[in-house]
């Protein structure tokens, strides 16, 4: 089935929702404060929290890739206190490289960009080949 870039597979909240969770979550506020914040479930974002941190290097290093194809003269995010972080740093300076490189992308969320990058796969990221 195919899915518009604002939903991810398996997920019933729209990817502007997760990734406001996971922006949130990046600055060090808990699962349930998330939760709170959106009016969600405390299990729902847990879980996105959880599947994200599992594969935050794999989007990392992604999103790295992305940045640097899209960038003229890419500025990499500074490192940040966690892996989560550091993933949602970069999901958002690729956004920003594709929205310079081509400015119609300004009216793209950053986590609906993602969604299309990767193929909806941004809480269940697998390196290439796999």
């Given at each position: 089935m195919l899915l518009p870039e604002v939903l991810w597979p398996r997920r019933s909240d729209a990817a502007e929702v997760i990734g406001a969770g996971l922006e949130i979550a990046a600055s060090g506020v808990g699962h349930r404060q998330v939760a709170a914040h959106l009016g969600l479930a405390d299990d729902t974002v847990?879980?996105?929290?959880?599947?994200?941190?599992?594969?935050?290097?794999?989007?990392r290093r992604y999103f790295t890739v992305a940045l640097v194809a899209l960038a003229d003269d890419p500025v990499m995010p500074e490192p940040t206190a966690s892996p989560l972080s550091d993933a949602v740093s970069v999901?958002?300076?690729a956004h920003r490289a594709a929205a310079t490189?081509?400015?119609q992308m300004n009216t793209v969320s950053r986590w609906a960009f993602a969604g299309r990058a990767i193929a909806g796969r941004v809480l269940t990221c697998t390196p290439s080949g796999s």
């Open positions: 847990r879980g996105w929290i959880r599947r994200f941190r599992r594969r935050s290097e794999d989007v999901v958002a300076a490189k081509w400015p």
